[in-house]
């Protein structure tokens, strides 16, 4: 659509109409007052601040300082954004039915009694504590690719055009995967933990043994699972998955220690962490289980991966490539890495048109376009 010399109102009318009629999302971009319009009517409004005053980015959702920042915009920080977003909106279902619908299938163990599998604590900390790291970490810090890859294959934005990584299928593929995590989550353990077990101290398992081990397991396995769909690991990574699984084991010990010091935690939690910690079962479905649930989901990865990846995909794979190309060829011939401490030219008499630059270091390495030879001689 190509419009001239057409009044603020008429530029409005025509980014509803495309939007109206091609059913596409739209952004519209300008610099001056009578952009302001047009750009409040588009999905996407960008302000580009110039000579013509701050009207445009004032109501714009984005401001640029030039008109050619725009690619940047769209291809680097709209797709990763649109890539985290998306991500963090279909974790925060998953997880969350994950934990859930476990309560379902309890209610139909105990018949309908009414009785809740977990300790009332541990659900209203689920969200604030366990499992608040890893959406963030996804939200901020993930990116499929480098910018410069993104900014030298504006092809990939395709995928944020599609609306490949958010929409229905890809909404009911993770409540799938939900609700079959939740299947053997709560049923292996259950399974395991059939036969009675009593303790030398007197105690015997109960609906809390069970509840309390289920929970571990899916505080592991969510964890675990928001590092599967990350592109991008970071120190910050790390942090929010090892250290989410790290903060509920802390939790339980001393919330278990807790009373009857303090009177208005349960008491039926009381020392449970070390029915558990002495339970072979707890071990066994700390260690097995996270592997059964997830194996499906590692399996796809890999075969999607493979055999069906997509444009990001190779991408990402030509960047890791690269990086250990250019690590391998800063590498000398002990393996370690160069350090640079001097640098001689030579000159060959026979050859008088080479040059060769040799650098030399610490561990007696060298490095140059052309080895030297007895006829060199330095400059």
Known sequence: V???RVS?????EVVELVSKFTKSITLAIGDGANDVAMI???SVGVGVS?????QAVNSADFAIGQFSYLARLLFVHGAWNYSRISKVVLYSFYKNITLYIIELWF???????GQVIYERWTIGMFNILFTSLPPLALGIFD?????ETRESNPALYKTSQNSELFNIKKFWLWIGTAIFHSVLLFWVPMLAMSTGVSWSSGHTDGYLILGNTVYSLVVIVTCLKAGLVMDNWTWFSHLSIWGSIALWFIFLVVYSSLWPSLKFVASNMAGLFMLLFNSPVFWSCLLLVPVLVLLTDCTATFVKLKFFPSESDKKRKEEKKNKTLRFDSHQGESGLPLQEQASK?????KNGTTVTIKKETKEGNRWSAKVANSDDEEL
């Open 40 to 42: 409040q009517k588009a």
């Open 107 to 113: 209610a139909i163990y105990s018949y309908w009694s």
């Open 8 to 12: 603020p109102l008429q530029k409005a």
């Open 50 to 54: 110039g000579n013509e005053g701050l």
């Open 345 to 349: 030219v030579v000159f060959n008499k």
């Open 143 to 147: 990116k499929t690719c480098s910018a």
């Open 2 to 4: 190509i419009c001239c």
